[in-house]
T-cell receptor, first 111, second 113 residues
């Protein structure tokens, strides 16, 4: 059974810091890995999608990497801003027709 | 989110009444999903569909049923709502192929009193 874990569970940093959020999964037979952002009381916004054949994806200040063999992904946020404050969710899709979510990292960036 | 809408956005209902939530997509994606999100439990899959009239259970399917009579619509029904079904419900769509991610709706906040 696929299990997804995210570390740390919560993170509070001053504005301007570079951040690394971690995601690990137990079964490397995945199709895709997707990072989402969720603001309080809101839905999920897709940030980055990494296909199983890819090593990384970048969008603006965000960079996500994937190491299938070790079952790990990292989300790097450069020059963090207060507007980055949200919960970040990692999720993997595999051949079970399901998207399995991690536990999430709650990020707070203070001015 | 563009291409996927959920209705209603908010609903308060009484224990024991039936409730139907609707998910509508304009992307013609084959796969549709219903998740619930609760504090301390994260997102959990209720039911999903892999085509018209083709559905399967997720990890928390008890007390819920679904129907998909058209590609674009996926309905979630609580036959007799209970307080434990108070939650935020999200619909998602996907093609479930490499390179296709999941797109989520804005959610339905359901309160059962």
């Amino acid at each position: 059974k696929q299990e997804v874990t995210q570390i740390p569970a919560a993170l509070s940093v001053p504005e301007g810091e570079n951040l690394v959020l971690n995601c690990s999964f137990t079964d490397s037979a995945i199709y895709n890995l997707q990072w989402f952002r969720q603001d309080p009381g809101k839905g999920l916004t897709s940030l980055l999608l990494i296909q199983s054949s890819q090593r990384e994806q970048t969008s603006g200040r965000l960079n996500a990497s994937l190491d299938k063999s070790s079952g790990r992904s990292t989300l790097y946020i450069a020059a963090s801003q207060p507007g980055d404050s949200a919960t970040y969710l990692c999720a993997v899709s595999d051949n079970t027709d399901k998207l399995i979510f991690g536990t999430g990292t709650r990020l707070q960036v203070f001015p | 989110d563009a291409g996927i809408t959920q209705s209603p956005r908010h609903k308060v209902t009484e224990t024991g009444t039936p409730v139907t939530l609707r998910c509508h997509q304009t992307e013609n994606h084959r796969y549709m999903y219903w998740y619930r999100q609760d504090p301390g439990h994260g997102l959990r899959l209720i039911h999903y569909s892999y085509g018209v009239k083709d559905t399967d259970k997720g990890e928390v399917s008890d007390g819920y049923s679904v129907s998909r009579s058209k590609t674009e619509d996926f309905l979630l029904t609580l036959e007799s709502a209970t307080s434990s079904q108070t939650s935020v419900y999200f619909c998602a769509i996907s093609e479930r192929q490499e390179g296709y991610g999941y797109t989520f709706g804005s959610g339905t906040r359901l309160t059962v009193v």
